[in-house]
């Protein structure tokens, strides 16, 4: 499986970026697709999830303001993040990440949300 992030970039507080995530390869082992985040020296923390199946998990930090979705068309799998209410502390370098059924966790490479005050 790979995964393509993007959608990264900068924005005020209290503005929107969305971000997209295109899987490819073997989407059908895919168990389900979530963004993580990090910042420096801090570990890598779940933003939210969703599995195929449409259930959702959020952290508490960003619920009501961030929506997860996932779009499923034919040989394709793109999830999304849309992010409103953007405060400085959502700055971080954020990862697309989805577990396959077997077990297998494959990452995408990080987009920078900088978010200024």
């Known amino acids: 499986v790979q995964l393509q992030a993007s959608g990264g970039g900068l924005a005020q507080a209290g503005g929107s970026l969305r971000l997209s995530c295109a899987a490819s390869g073997g989407i059908r082992s895919i168990a389900a697709m979530g963004w993580y985040r990090q910042t420096p020296g801090k570990e890598r923390e779940l933003v939210a999830s969703?599995?195929?199946?449409?259930?959702?998990?959020?952290a508490d930090s960003v619920k009501g303001r961030f929506t997860i979705s996932i779009d499923n068309a034919k040989n394709t799998l793109t999830l999304y993040l849309q992010m409103n209410s953007l405060q400085p502390e959502d700055t971080a370098v954020y990862y697309c990440h989805c577990p396959t059924v077997g077990g297998i966790q494959y990452w995408g490479k990080g987009t920078q949300v900088t978010v200024s005050s």
């Open positions: 969703i599995a195929t199946g449409g259930s959702t998990n959020y």
